[in-house]
């Protein structure tokens, strides 16, 4: 598998809480979206990407898997097919 899988044709708003790592799945097969269940490992080359909360807030992490911002939604969604 040389491309990701599109997960979501929607970024996935998450309440994150301040000091808490989360794990985006970089591959888009994970069954538990946006974040990484070790699926990647039989996709090969992709990896999770660690995303560190500074504050409790609310964010949107990428579900196409098409963002130049990972692991956070940057409106590519509406671009990629």
Excluded at 61 to 81: E, I, M
Aim: hydrophobic letters at 30%; one cysteine or more; a positive charge.
């Amino acid at each position: 598998m040389t491309s990701p899988v599109r997960a979501s044709d929607i970024p996935f708003a998450v309440d994150v809480e301040q000091g808490k790592d989360y794990w985006w799945c970089s591959c888009g097969q994970s069954k538990t979206q946006p974040f990484c269940d070790g699926s990647h490992k039989a996709a090969g080359q992709f990896a999770p990407v660690k995303f560190a909360a500074e504050v409790t807030s609310t964010v949107y992490f990428c579900g196409c898997k098409a963002t130049r911002n990972q692991p956070l939604c940057d409106g590519s969604h509406k671009n990629a097919v």
